[in-house]
């Protein structure tokens, strides 16, 4: 075997340089990112919503180490394995997940001896054993009327022999995977046990000997650095990307600005990661913690009732004054408080007080239940019924909202002061509690809790005012011990809301009474525990869960809960809230030592972008951009609460979120900050190291900002991929998006080179074709052995765009203009820039390569941008494919003004073209974009046949309509073919073969 010699592969290029299975690890990562609460590291904090997949993460680290061969074909084959993306990896995570029932292997493959490996149970009368043992796969089980199960000795080894032919039946990596564990859910050791002694036997030129990726990667550092490679990440955020490069075998270091990005990165680390053998320790600690807070509330004696029932929950609502009747009004955007068990809050009218008493009543009927959808607001008004009479009252009225001498929106709530708490008797808003969910006395510390809802006593208020009073007592003295914040808030684009709808002006006005005394007595527990290192991670998971920004949430016909904070990235007020009671302090029990790292080097900083103190190999980073969350403002509620007496593990920290050094996604700033950032990282890398950046792809502006970004700061694009990151929900509409660009980049040779925009365009092209071509042959390769291609045509053109970005970025001037002075320029409304004629002198060589399957490349490039996107996209869903960002980037590509318009569907993960009968006249005048064209025309002339309009009298429209007829006929033609074979309806091929076959004939008949 060959000798591991250091530096062997200082030069070589990196696997991700030249292939990379970005479909399979799209979807990968799209399981990863629906698992939600699953996610190895949600369980630290889910109010960071920033992480990038695991998976990915992995991915990007192997596929920057692993060398390509002179076999690309299987070098892929084992950078999939190592991922546990091949056949075999398949097959083991399918087991564990047990998706695929006895019964479904006897429907999916061929058996000649299925009872060597179950055992079946008789149910229909008509049968007979004798019968049964005749039986060989496949069929169906249900319709045979028997039962089946795996036989008690049958071991893994020979399940997955049944495994690998089940799987085989599938024609899709989708649809194989579907059925399967997540790679990291599967005992590492025993998934990849088959792969080394392939890895070994591909690499042993190298002399790579490896049993575990930690011995690979550790490896792979040493013949391309002379070392385990060190991954590095200014902008660590959550911690996934310095987490996943430590588990596979790297070094990490990590740096943010953001003492909680830090706090959450080391939890990683060393919280999530760390060695089996402190889990009990972890668990001790937190067991003591809750404990100890359990006994403290259950002293005060403000949770229980009488009967040794106990809180769970208490409801809140404001309350106001009606300016036009003078009565107090309570405000409920709904009166419904438990869907499941029926139960309602009910307004009964209290004259001699002027205020409305609030009845709970339980097991509602359903009109009771339909009323009390609407509450006393709604539409951004105050409205109730009051003898027989309907009063309204705006919001902003109750507020009194008045414009302010720079003509901002101002107001006359009162400013809430340091050691305010609770609304002062004058306060516009008061706080009300309208309902509380007690949990039996019995079942307190079951795991299945009994609850009920009850109205409010008068042993309740009692114990409220008693409550208030241990804050009163005590408030001042906790801000001194930093036990509660005294913090103000920093007005800001997220901050405001709080201030200009409350009046609060201290972090802690967001908690009510009840929060400020369980949060005081947590955070004492844990700094007198073994691990308060563990307690202030804890601590702030639990502020994501207990202040006044959590709304009761009685959706999709619940029970009824209060719901966290940051479900998205804002500071939302709500009229009504839910208090959790100590109850809950076992739910923000963190799970440690599930995912144990190897024993690497990990470095933590609390330092800004632009000043790494180490060197590292490989900088993976997910900077701010565009509309980037402001975790800057976000996350000074956490700052409130943990930035005194912090633990020994982060005193080194600087506990302020220093919004003033936040780089913020915009402007001349952002520019100069990110440049800043990403030359010091490029200083801090040797000669041989590699860079990768993933950023949204949502607009052209973006793109050009960070590729003169990277080009600015000395760095050279060497490939790019297109990776579907994100799935879909209401949040995620608007400024949120779909995909991922992942931008690999290696320092830019020494010295200066100047070219001229019309010398670069040319090698433009040639660089563009070539990879295309390159990689459309792999495919042709890989399709004809595994019977699926390895990239679709989003990751051909994204590979377009890499290789002409290559060309580009390797000047340092173009046209006389420095690339630095380019990247600071100010971007005009509209211009386009050298980058944006180079992404799409790209695109357009890209597209002509990439013509569908039954169309002739003479009419491709004949066809204008609508054209070409409305066949490509049929061409794609002939495939199955359905992802919206895909129709999102041809439609980029293609220079489509408005791609909406031939869609029949826009959801993310099922878009779709409007069918040929999908489209009304008034999609098809001549005021379109398709409607002016030949498709358009070819469309109105099918829909005219499906309406029995004899050909002739189609074909004469045509030729009156289209002056240059005979011309265009051959291209008519070759798109009628195509929509002939392509089309979904049955109807519709057979009309495209009509009018094709009678514009055939036309030159037989000498027409």
Known sequence: MAELIPLTLQDAPALIEGVFPAQKVSFEAQTERKAGAAQTLTGLGSYWKGRKPLILVRAIVLGSLLPQTDDHEKDLEIFESLMGFDYEGLARRALIQNAIKPKDFASLIALGSPWDFFSYTIKASDISAEEVETWEFPFDADAKGITMRWRRDIDDENKLVLYRKALATFSSYEEKASLCKRPEEVDQNWLYAPVWTRVNHHYAQFGINAHSHAELVEQLGILRYGHRPRAGDTFSGGGSIPFEAARVGCNAYAADLNPIACMLTWGALNIIGAPKEQRSMYEDAQREVTQQVDKELIALGVEHDDEGNRAKAYLYCLETRCPETGWMIPMLPSRIISPKHGTVAKLIPDHANKR??????????????????????????????????????????????????????????????????????????????????????????????????????????????????????????????????????????????????????????????????????????????????????????????????????????????????????????????????????????????????????????????????????????DPPYADAVNYHEITEFFIAWLRKNVPEEFKDWTWDSRRALAIKGIGDDFRRSMIDAYRAMAENMPDDGMQCVMFTHQDTGVWSDMIGIFWAAGLQVVAAWYIATETTSELKKGGYVQGTVILMLRKRAAGDRAGFKQRILPAVRTEVKHQIETMMHLNDEVKDRMGEPVFNDSDLQMAGYAAALKVLTAYTQIGGEDVTAFAMRPRQRGEVTVVDEIVQQAAEAANSLLVPEGIAPDTWHKLNGIQRFYLRMMDMESTGASKLDNYQNFAKAFRVVDYTKVMASMTANKAQLKHVTDFVSRDLTESTELGASWLGRLIIGLQQLLAETEPQVVIGQLQAELPDFMEVRPLLIDMLSFMEKMAPEDEVRQAAEVLGARLRNLRALGQ
């Open 356 to 621: 409305f008493d609030m009845e709970v009543i339980n097991n509602a009927s359903n009109k009771e239940i339909k009323d009390a959808e609407t509450g006393t607001v709604h539409d951004g008004d105050l409205v109730y019924e009051l003898d027989g009479r309907t009063h309204r009252t705006p919001v902003k009225t109750l507020r009194g909202d008045y414009r302010g001498p720079q003509g901002n929106t101002l107001n006359r709530l009162r400013k809430w002061e340091k050691l305010d708490f609770i609304p002062r008797d004058e306060d516009i808003f008061q706080e009300r509690l309208y309902a509380i969910q007690w949990i039996t006395k019995a079942s307190i510390y079951e795991p299945r809790q009994v609850t009920c809802f009850c109205g409010v006593t008068a042993d309740d208020l009692a114990r409220e005012r008693k409550v208030e009073r241990i804050v009163a007592e005590n408030l001042a003295r906790w801000q001194n011990e930093s036990l509660t914040p005294d913090m103000e808030i920093e007005p800001g684009d997220k901050t405001d809301e709080p201030i200009r709808t409350r009046g609060w002006t201290h972090w802690h006005h967001l908690f009510s009474p009840r929060q400020l005394v369980l949060l005081a007595e947590t955070i004492r527990a844990w700094r007198n525990s073994t691990h308060p290192e563990l307690g202030w991670i804890a601590v702030a998971r639990m502020l994501n869960y207990n202040a006044k920004l959590c709304q009761w949430h009685t959706g999709q016909g619940g029970l009824g809960y209060p719901n966290h904070i940051f479900y998205n990235q804002a500071f939302n007020v709500f009229y009504n809230y839910a208090v959790r009671s100590s109850a809950w302090m076992k739910s923000y029990e963190i799970d440690t030592a599930i995912s144990p790292l190897p024993k690497v080097n990990n470095i933590i900083e609390n330092a800004t972008a632009n000043n790494p103190s180490l060197a590292c190999n490989l900088w993976i980073t």
